[in-house]
């Protein structure tokens, strides 16, 4: 598995995790990247993405002012900072590597995975 998404766990309400997701084959540094989550029965939705040099951040609705996607200066580790936790954001977030050197919102536009860190939110 080249990219691997770790620090999802159980946090109750209000509280706050922070994912990393670390590129092994260092293949990333020149192409945006993005977080999704997968809630149970239900679509993987963007969460945030990032362009090849830590610029250009988009973020969800949902998530906008609570999380901050960030990447390292070598490009190959992703963050997202994630505050204020609701259970609504209970879910398995994947990270992503994006075809191009820019964030997108857009699932099809990345074509490598990780295999997924379960964040659970408890009310």
């Known amino acids: 598995v080249q990219l691997q998404a770790s620090g999802g766990g159980l946090v109750a309400a209000g509280g706050s995790l922070k994912l990393s997701c670390a590129d092994s084959?260092?293949?990333?540094?020149?192409?945006?990247m993005g977080w999704f989550r997968q809630a149970p029965d239900k679509e993987r939705d963007f969460v945030a993405a990032?362009?090849?040099?830590?610029?250009?951040?988009l973020y969800a609705d949902s998530v906008k002012d609570r999380f901050t996607i960030s990447r390292d200066r070598a490009g190959n580790t992703l963050y997202l900072q994630m505050n204020d936790l609701t259970p609504e954001d209970t879910a398995v977030y994947f990270c992503?590597?994006?075809?191009?050197?820019?964030?997108?919102?857009?699932?099809?536009?990345?074509?490598?995975w990780g295999q997924g860190t379960l964040v659970t939110v408890s009310s």
């Open positions: 990032i362009s090849w040099n830590g610029g250009g951040a």
């Open positions: 084959s260092r293949l990333s540094s020149n192409n945006g």
């Open positions: 992503a590597a994006a075809r191009r050197a820019w964030g997108s919102r857009i699932r099809s536009d990345y074509n490598r």
